[in-house]
């Protein structure tokens, strides 16, 4: 496992500011495209709000849904159609993810984390490997949320692995116990598996 940074009551903004600074320095490296891996959910978007509050080329950004509701985009439940209305006018790219898509590699993956340890729409049910040979799965959690009773379409854990860095917002005492005890090694959940795979830098805010 790779040494884990925790920084702990970090703001909306200032958690911008860090992935401000994190695609800068991407962009200066060289010329063409950035990019990263972003989740869903009530969490990132504010904080995606004041990300594009900076001064960037966002037309160099490519951004993918890390996972999404297999639901049309227009849908209230898509994470993509938010992510378009969002980045789009910005200038970036957004991508649809879909099994057929080939995942590249990201500068940064940007993850949530339920209360179950599940990661993108990687739930303990169905059973994530690192050695996963698909680079995107369609799955079916169980139980489904009844806030969003939908198939999802997810990265997997070798695909998120693919990342220079990894990057966790997560909020609560009871999802900073689940984090804990996966860096621990304490647990088998898929944030302790993709934890326990990680070679790159990983940063958790909480």
């Known amino acids: 496992m790779a040494q884990v940074e925790i920084i702990e009551s970090a703001s909306d903004s200032a958690i911008a500011d860090w992935l401000a600074v994190q695609i800068a320095d ?5 010329e063409g495209p950035v990019t990263i891996t972003v989740p869903g959910g009530s969490t990132p978007f504010p904080i995606m709000e004041s990300l594009l509050d900076h001064d960037l080329d966002w037309t160099r950004l490519v951004v993918w849904p ?8 227009d849908h209230p439940a898509s994470n993509t159609g938010k992510l378009r ?16 898509e080939a995942v590249p590699h990201f500068t940064l993956a940007w993850l949530g984390m339920g209360a179950d340890g599940h990661i993108a729409s990687l739930f303990p049910n169905t059973d994530p490997r690192v050695d996963e040979p698909q680079q995107v799965v369609r799955l079916t ?10 198939d999802r379409i997810s990265l997997t854990i070798p695909s998120l692995l693919a990342s220079d860095q990894l990057v966790f917002v997560i909020r609560g005492e009871e999802k900073r116990a689940v984090l804990d005890q996966a860096i621990g090694g304490q647990s088998d959940l898929p944030v302790a ?6 070679r790159q830098k990983v940063t958790c805010f909480t």
């Open 85 to 100: 209305d969002l980045f789009e006018p910005a200038g970036a790219e957004v991508v649809t993810l879909s099994e057929m």
């Open 66 to 73: 890390g996972d999404d509701r297999v639901v049309p985009e």
């Open 141 to 150: 959690p169980d139980p489904l949320p009844p806030e969003a009773p939908f």
């Open 193 to 198: 598996r993709l934890l326990g795979a990680a």
């Open 26 to 30: 991407a962009l200066n490296a060289g």
